[in-house]
Each structure stands twice: as structure tokens, then as C-alpha cells.
């Protein structure tokens, strides 16, 4: 019996191991996005936590050292959440990249496999093509014997 070959079962491979970089990639990127929103998400409590400070130190006496320590933090603290949303943003970006270049190189991988498939087909078409020939040869000489 006959073995089937897939002639771009390299090709094949090396598009498995495309789609699973490319899958560790999408999970990467997923990590960093989640880590600069949790970052953003800490920073924003900091920032409300400053404020009741704030408010806080506002109501009965008043410490301006406090007030102005308490309003330079929350100063600091809105230029680190813009600085986080502008990392954000590009974590998002770069997120979409990776789920780009994954669903390219499972498209690659899925139209290969689909290659492969119909090889597989054409194979088993032409074993059995092979062996109606073999068949009808074998009955042709068996008729051919008993005639005699």
C-alpha cells in the first residue's frame, strides 16, 4: 500500500509555529494592556484618595503646607494617568497588531491544511483509481484463463 507524502508538509509546519508565536505574541500584548490598566485603575484611586485628603484638610483648620502638598500630588498624579492613558493607547494598538498578524497566520495555516486535505483527496482517488485497474486486470486474466 502506498503512503501519502504532503509534499508542503514543511510549509505546514512552519506555519504551525507562525500561529503559535503569533498566539504568544496576542497573549503578550493582552498581558501589557491588562498590567497599564490595572496601573491606571491604581492611579486613579491614588488621585481620589488625594482628593479626600483634600477635602479633608479643607474643612476646620486649615494647613496650607498640607493643602499645597495635597494639590501638588494631585497634580503629579493627573500627569501620570495622562502618561498611562497615552501608554495605554498604545498597548491597545499594538494589542490590534497582534490580533492581526494571528488571524493572518491562522488563515495561512487553515488554507495549508486545506491544501493538504485535497492532496489527501486526490490520493485516495488515485489508489482506488489504481486499484479498479488492478481489479479489472485480475478479472480480465481470470477470464482470460477459464476461456482457454
Known amino acids: ?26 497573549g503578550a500584548a493582552v498581558k501589557v494592556v491588562s ?3 490595572e496601573d491606571l485603575l491604581n492611579l486613579r484611586k491614588k488621585k481620589l484618595d488625594y482628593e479626600a ?9 486649615v494647613n496650607i503646607r498640607d493643602l499645597n502638598d495635597y494639590n501638588n500630588a494631585i497634580t503629579n498624579i493627573n500627569s501620570l ?46 489508489l482506488a483509481k489504481e486499484e479498479s485497474k488492478e481489479i479489472d486486470e485480475l478479472v480480465s486474466y481470470t477470464y482470460s484463463t477459464k476461456s482457454k
Open 53 to 61: 485628603k483634600y477635602r479633608k484638610a479643607s474643612n476646620g483648620t
Open 35 to 37: 498590567e497599564k490598566e
Open 81 to 126: 494617568i495622562k502618561a498611562k492613558l497615552v501608554e495605554l493607547d498604545v498597548a491597545n494598538k499594538n494589542l490590534e497588531l497582534a490580533r492581526e498578524k494571528l488571524d493572518n497566520a491562522m488563515k495561512e495555516k487553515k488554507t495549508y491544511e486545506n491544501l493538504k486535505e485535497s492532496a489527501f483527496e486526490e490520493f485516495k482517488a488515485l
Open 1 to 26: 500500500m502506498a503512503k501519502f507524502v504532503y509534499e508542503m508538509q514543511n510549509i505546514l509546519d512552519l506555519k504551525e509555529q507562525m500561529q503559535v508565536q503569533a498566539e504568544q505574541a496576542f
